[in-house]
């Protein structure tokens, strides 16, 4: 059964970190570029970050740019985000997903398929 699940989500204070964490099970993460999504209440998904699966090239939404990096552990089958600085706006539903890639504006959210659960991050002091 191809499953994702993600963790490390939590309350954190404004200028505070977090490390999420997506891992698979049934199936290899090394083939797959991974995408991780945010949804805040009462707003769309958005792509935040995506690594791809051969040579580790990365995607940034402009708005976590030089504040979170999406790395990945072959060996554990996991992908990360380590998000640095964290602001109020950052509050969210973060998911993990499969996908084939990403544009210029980011990953299509319609182009990702299997998806986690989602891990709740709270920002807020």
């Known amino acids: 059964q191809v499953q994702l699940v993600e963790s490390g989500g939590g309350l954190v204070q404004p200028g505070g970190s977090l490390r999420l964490s997506c891992a698979a099970s049934?199936?290899?993460?090394?083939?797959?570029?991974i995408g991780w999504f945010r949804q805040a209440p009462g707003k769309e998904r958005e792509g935040v970050s995506c690594?791809?699966?051969?040579?580790?090239?990365?995607y940034y939404a402009d708005s976590v740019k030089g504040r979170f990096t999406i790395s990945r552990d072959n060996a554990k089958n996991t992908v990360y985000l380590q998000m640095n600085s964290l602001k109020p706006e950052d509050t969210a539903v973060y998911y993990c997903?499969?996908?084939?890639?990403w544009g210029p504006g980011g990953p299509a959210v319609y182009e990702y398929d299997h998806w986690g659960q989602g891990t709740q991050v709270t920002v807020s002091s």
């Open positions: 997903a499969t996908g084939t890639g």
């Open positions: 690594i791809s699966s051969s040579d580790g090239s990365t």
């Open positions: 049934g199936f290899t993460l090394d083939y797959y570029v």
